[in-house]
């Protein structure tokens, strides 16, 4: 087991922290708040205190009750890229989004649950794609968290991992997407072979 | 509602935090702004409105440069109509080559004091029987950054401020922030601030800053 809180930590430390640099260039420029930031480490002393906090000092000696300007564009900023707790993470995923969740196997169903249900509340089809093992635990949580009549519809469908891919290649959907998103080359298929089925070479 | 800090300043709340233009448009005597630009594009839009809004109000401008930061300006004057050649004979509009109003420069060192002294004289010249206020806009960059002399330019920058509330002026200090370095810059970079009242930085926001509204002080 590897215990990845510290790491998850340092990650939320420097979120916020990249959110106050973007910030910082946003209001100045990219150059003028680099410079400035390498000055006001030189200017600003102080061993106890951060780099952010010594640019943050800076600014408010520099721009006085202006420097707010940056300090409410970084808070707008963290609250946007930043981290969130994560059931409000989970109420508000965007179209397009694509995410990790870091979990335990003993909870892993369980902490799905959040996001299957506001899935199904969307009117979504919800596709969980897991190791065959967890497919027994996920259609109890399922029917656990009142979602069973969608199990039963079809609505919520799990599936294991190497089977969803498996009818994701026989759908042909993966082969139309290579050939979309992959540069055009001269074909190779014979002129008279014309079939509109997916024709892997 | 106006807070007034320690130094009997105004200060403003974030919404009141002003645009670029009104305080280009219209200085009060006496600012002396620093711009620092990432794209040359800005430069000449924050310097020709500073000179058009000057000359349309019947105030005298000179703008210190080299012939490639000079160039752009006068031709967005010609764009918006104004007679530059006219201008420049009636000595409304000065365009000096460094500190040498209207000339090649002639002398090696022209930020020595005699040299500035001679400049402000040739600048004020008529201020304020024909003229009421004079501006100055000046593109410090290859002095500051190229030559490397950054105490000259500094001390430049020193002595127009110090002068800021003795003169009816107000001044624009053009800076190419591409050319800043973090490190090498980084303390300099202080020095240039200090002397300044407001800075129009490259961001997105298109803000003009108060610096050091409380005096810098503790």
Known sequence: MIDVREAIEEIQVRTGDQAYWHALEMVLGTLTARTLRSTLRLKIRGEDLSERERVAKGLAEIFSAQAATVENLARRESALRGPRPREAALQELEMHSHWVDFSDAANETRRAMGFVKRGIERGAKVVALLPSPNIEAYRREVAGSGCGEDLDSGRSKASSRSRGARDIRRSGWSERSRRRYSPRRPSTRPSHCESKRPWIP | MMEQTAGGRSRRPLLEVPKWDSLVRAPPLGSHVLQVYEEPRRQVEVASLFVAEALERGERVCCVGSTLDTAPIRKALGDAGFDVDSRLRSRALLI???????????????????????????????????????????????????????????????????????????????????KLIPERHAAAFWDVLRNHSHLIPAGELGVALELFPDGGGP
């Open chain 2, 96 to 178: 000096a080559n460094r500190l040498v109003v209207n000339d090649e420069p002639k002398r090696p060192e022209e930020n020595s004091p005699q040299s500035v002294t001679q400049f402000l004289h040739d600048t004020f010249e008529g201020v304020p029987d024909r003229y009421p206020a004079v501006r100055l806009w000046i593109n410090p960059t290859d002095r500051f950054f190229e030559d490397g002399r950054f105490e000259q330019a500094i001390a430049f920058e020193q002595s127009c401020h110090e002068r800021r509330d003795v003169f009816p002026w107000s001044l624009l200090c053009a800076y190419d922030a591409r």
